[in-house]
């Protein structure tokens, strides 16, 4: 948003989180690859003895989510 603000986005951000945060979602694609570690899961999804979807991390999603959370409540985010 190039630093736009306007009067409800600490508001809408705080819904966000709490909607992403109650959503029964184990699926994470964040808008950057690393932030997911994207290369590591395609490997691991071919090579792995037991391959995975590399889109499937509970955790990863859940890590995203808190770390949202907090730069929101330091209000590092927009």
């Not at 989180?17 to 932030?35: G, K, Q």
């Not at 999603?61 to 209000?75: G, L, M, N, Q, V």
Request: aromatic share 10%.
């Amino acid at each position: 948003m190039g630093g736009t603000r306007y009067p409800d986005q600490p508001a809408d951000l705080g819904r966000s989180l709490r909607v992403l945060r109650d959503l029964p979602a184990d699926i994470c694609v964040p808008n950057h690859a690393r932030e997911w570690d994207r290369y590591r899961k395609v490997i691991e999804s071919t090579t792995a003895r037991y391959p995975v979807n590399p889109f499937i991390d509970l955790a990863g999603s859940r890590t995203y989510i808190d770390t949202a959370e907090k730069e929101f409540r330091a209000d590092r985010t927009y």
